[in-house]
């Protein structure tokens, strides 16, 4: 059986999860540190990555902290109150809470320090791999999104390896359909070479050619 928890117990640990993973951190962040609205700033999302277009790194990582901590807690929490299994439901409800939350018209994130959050607090050993494949793509390629897609894709086959539950297996597809569906226009870039590297300048506009008054001849 996959889920041995009653129904109370699902509903309640999917309101629990969704609840916390629907604190938009870099949104209240931002606002409180007085930048503005983040949803107005660079990409629009309200993630730890689009808050470094404020520069500042601070509450950059206050964003990580904050996004991948709700998915953790929502893990924990629901694992304490409601037992085994519904730490699952929690964590995947938590994922969804992220990327759609009700407090800004569901127009959220696109979940990448939320999935690690919940991975490591549900099964921390394929957590913490996939964090470090994260890592170490990132490191080769300087570009965020595809360091996410590799990781989110590569926790599967890590949790098959570790011989984790079946529930956990089935989180990690839930999450990993759900980052790709979320970086459809990323992936679209990286098909084209177009996707920017972290710390790469743009490119400078050409000069303009002043046009010759010199007749033809």
């Known amino acids: ?91 995947g409800a938590a994922f969804v809470g992220h990327l759609y939350p009700v407090w800004l018209g569901f127009k959220g994130g696109k979940g990448v320090a939320t999935f690690f959050g919940v991975m490591i607090a549900a099964a921390w050993p394929v957590g913490l791999l996939a964090g470090a494949t994260w890592i170490g793509v990132f490191a080769l390629t300087r570009i965020s999104s595809l360091s996410a897609l590799v990781a989110a894709v590569l926790v599967i086959p890590i949790a098959l390896l570790l011989h984790q539950r079946e529930a956990i297996l089935v989180l990690a597809f839930f999450m990993m359909v759900l980052i790709y569906l979320r970086h459809h226009a990323n992936i679209s870039r990286l098909l084209k070479g177009q996707e920017p590297r972290f710390g790469a300048k743009s490119p400078a506009p050409e000069p303009v050619t002043p046009q010759s008054t010199t007749p033809a001849g």
């Open 1 to 91: 059986m996959l889920l041995s928890v009653s129904p109370p117990v699902i509903i309640a640990a999917l309101a629990l999860g969704y609840l916390l993973g629907s604190i938009p951190f870099g949104v209240i962040i931002t606002r409180l540190a007085g930048v503005g609205d983040l949803r107005k700033v660079g990409s629009g999302n309200i993630g730890a990555t689009n808050v470094l277009r404020t520069g500042r790194k601070d509450l950059a990582l206050l964003t990580l902290l904050g996004d991948g901590g709700k998915g953790a807690v929502a893990v924990l929490i629901s694992h304490k109150l409601f037992g085994h299994d519904a730490d699952v439901l929690a964590g």
